[in-house]
Nanobody, 126 residues
Framework: QVQLVESGGGLVQAGGSLRLSCAAS????????MGWFRQAPGKEREFVAA????????YYADSVKGRFTISRENAKNMAYLQMSSLKPEDTAAYYC???????????????????WGQGTQVTVTS
């Protein structure tokens, strides 16, 4: 099993940037594809971005494409989400998640991720 802890959330003005970090422990980090999801108040959790085990392939929701960048450092057991040009609608709790058994279609599916962090809050003010 892998344990995940997010950090880096906070309050930022629209147009600003934040970098979220996800620290993994307890298992071989490179065995997992990683994803970022978010949940705004009163809304369902939604896919934001994902990255393959090696880091060679990335996926993004249309709403963040061109503004957010997912990355990972397997040697450090870390995943990141660099967020730029933030908008008030990006306000949400952000969660990192891990999945071991990966299919081409599974990167964006919440149900395919079996390990989750506790979340970190991002608030974007206008």
């Amino acid at each position: 099993q892998v344990q995940l802890v997010e950090s880096g959330g906070g309050l930022v003005q629209a147009g600003g940037s934040l970098r979220l970090s996800c620290a993994a422990s307890g298992s071989t980090f490179s065995s997992y594809a990683m994803g970022w999801f978010r949940q705004a108040p009163g809304k369902e959790r939604e896919f934001v971005a994902a990255i393959s085990k090696s880091g060679g392939t990335t996926y993004y929701a249309d709403s963040v494409k061109g503004r957010f960048t997912i990355s990972r450092e397997n040697a450090k057991n870390m995943a990141y989400l660099q967020m730029s040009s933030l908008k008030p609608e990006d306000t949400a709790a952000y969660y990192c998640a891990a999945q071991m058994t990966v299919y081409s279609y599974s990167y964006t599916l919440e149900s395919m991720y079996h390990y989750w962090g506790q979340g970190t809050q991002v608030t974007v003010t206008s």
